[in-house]
């Protein structure tokens, strides 16, 4: 009986200890992206994502689906493709010879769902390479509800010649799981790649959380104690 209560109490306590606190999705990013290297420390558990799409095989892997747009390489649109500067093999300042995700209307936006098997995926990224004006950013979870609305700015510089200094990486996390994020800009096309998912971090506790774990583990030992000796 007494090791039933004490295990019966530490699954409530863990219980509480995620859903109570309610975590809220945190965005990484807008930050500096010229090849998978420039993942976000923190994003990952383990530091790298499940899938990795960087569109080189000219397809959108299986687990996803994208709302609008379509896949360009240099055959189709020549120096006009803004590729992450790595994917041609070398970080040269010039993306114009990988491939990237594009729509021509940035204000409509690309939504990149999650339609695979198993889980949701609790890290979700995407790298900008190309459009003007404000970005918005945002992130669904299971139930299509938004847990993520921002607006970013100052880093587009509005060029299409491929150059890549603009390229950044726009990520979020929620431990609840992340179905699909939307990139969208304020006017004109837009350019995305490397989309990528897997599994984040383990959050770590809020001190109040903690103060109750640790408070409760004590009245624990104390009804352990009365039970030994009474």
């Known amino acids: ?14 219980s509480v200890a995620i859903s109570s606190q309610g975590w809220a999705a945190t965005v990484f990013g807008p930050t500096a992206y010229l090849s998978s290297a420039d993942i976000p420390a923190g994003f ?20 996803l689906s994208a709302s609008a ?39 409509t936006g690309v939504t990149f769902t999650f339609v ?21 950013f945002q992130a669904f979870d299971g139930n299509g509800v938004k847990i993520v609305d921002q607006v970013f700015s100052g880093f587009p510089d509005g060029s299409s010649s491929g150059t890549t200094a603009e390229d950044r990486f726009l990520g979020v996390t929620d431990p609840g799981g992340v179905k699909a994020i939307r990139v969208s800009n304020s006017s004109g096309g837009i350019e995305l790649d490397h989309i990528q998912y897997g599994t984040m971090m383990a959050p770590v506790p809020e001190p109040t959380t903690c103060a109750l774990m640790l408070l409760g583990l004590a009245g624990t030992g104390v009804a352990v104690r009365r039970r030994l000796h009474g």
Do not use: C, H, K
């Open 1 to 14: 009986m007494l090791i039933r209560s004490v295990v019966s109490f530490l699954v409530v306590v863990s």
């Open 44 to 63: 990952y558990q383990g530091g790298a994502p499940l899938v990795l799409d960087d569109l080189e095989d000219n397809n959108l892997d299986a687990s």
């Open 69 to 107: 747009g379509a896949i360009i390489g240099p055959a189709q649109f020549g120096a006009l493709v803004d590729s992450v500067d790595a994917d041609d093999g070398a970080i040269n300042g010039n993306g114009q010879n990988g491939r990237s995700w594009f729509n021509g209307s940035g204000a």
């Open 116 to 136: 695979g098997a198993g889980p949701l995926p609790t890290a979700f990224g995407i790298v900008w390479t190309d459009g003007s004006g404000s970005i918005t």
